[in-house]
């Protein structure tokens, strides 16, 4: 399932004095099993660009293609389309709502009208990919749970809907470190497992590293860069431009290299640095 931006632009208020241009001619497109970041500081325009991507928004010119299908088409089945394209906003566990963590994740397949026998397998099947003990998790009341356990439940519930694609905006915002190591292990099992499709919003240059194939980053509406991590990552100007620091890993790398330690310019993962500096001792060690 392919995803086409065609010179979209949003505006806020349009026709009014307090006209605002949230995205200008943003252009790109996702090919099915590809995991995309979007990055870029706040209020350059990630959010009001993935609430395009299942119809949420419409456009205020330009053109959203789901399968090279216009999404905003009027002959377009949108309700159809929603259905395969997953959005997680920020903290989905405001969402939750039901009075077990089952009846809450079945909570979309019900919506569709599957017979019990369907709704129960997606249930089962939503609460091993977010890594929830069914029999324990299942019957209890969310609001009973942690954080991190919570928003893996508000995940489910989407997982349980089956998308093609799924969208997270800042899946990780607000949890401690195990949390968010959770839900980040999860999303890396789902992908290379199901291989499902996954655009994730972050301000997390570190969570980019680790799990994105490629990034989009944002500035003021416009879309300014897009291209694997290791060549974005490298282009330290422009991402100080646009707000955003290089991973931390990276920095690292920059500052040993401005000490001497001839390592590569462009590491920006932690195992690949370390891998480096471990050649570079047993050489000097005569290992």
């Not at 208020?13 to 979007?38: K, P, Q």
């Not at 999404?71 to 394209?85: F, H, M, P, V």
């Not at 860069?225 to 991973?247: H, N, Q, V, W, Y």
Request: net charge negative; aromatic share 4%.
């Amino acid at each position: 399932m392919s995803i086409e931006v065609r010179h979209l632009t949003h505006c806020y208020s349009e026709g009014s004095a307090l006209r605002t241009v949230a995205l200008e001619d943003v252009s790109f497109r996702v090919e099915s099993g590809e995991f995309v970041g979007i990055v870029g500081h706040t209020g350059s325009g990630k959010s009001t660009l993935v609430q395009h991507l299942n119809g949420l928004l419409k456009p205020t010119s330009g053109q959203i293609l789901v399968d090279d299908v216009d999404l905003n088409a009027e002959k377009t089945d949108r309700r159809a389309l929603r259905q395969r394209i997953g959005l997680v906003f920020q903290y989905p566990e405001y969402q939750l709502f039901e009075e077990t963590v089952e009846k809450d994740i079945a909570f979309g397949p019900r919506n569709q009208k599957l017979p019990q026998e369907e709704i129960d397998r997606r249930v089962a099947y939503a609460m091993e990919c977010v890594h929830l003990d069914q029999k324990e998790i299942g019957p209890r009341s969310p609001f009973e749970l942690s954080g991190g356990q919570m928003r893996r439940v508000a995940i489910a519930g989407v997982l349980a809907m089956k998308p093609s694609v799924l969208i997270l905006d800042e899946p990780t915002a607000g949890l401690d470190p195990m949390g968010r190591d959770s839900i980040l292990s999860m999303l890396e099992e789902l992908h290379s497992r199901d291989r499902i499709t996954i655009l994730m919003v972050s301000h997390s240059m570190d969570d980019m590293a680790r799990l994105v194939s490629r990034m989009l980053v944002f500035a003021e509406g416009r879309l300014i860069a897009d291209g694997t991590p290791r060549e974005i990552f490298a282009k330290e100007r422009m991402l100080t431009s646009a707000g955003l620091a290089r991973p931390e890993a990276a920095q690292l790398c920059c500052r040993l290299r401005d000490a001497g330690v001839p390592l590569p310019a462009d590491l920006y993962r932690p195992e690949e640095l370390k891998q480096h500096l471990l050649r570079l001792w047993k050489e000097g060690a005569g290992c």
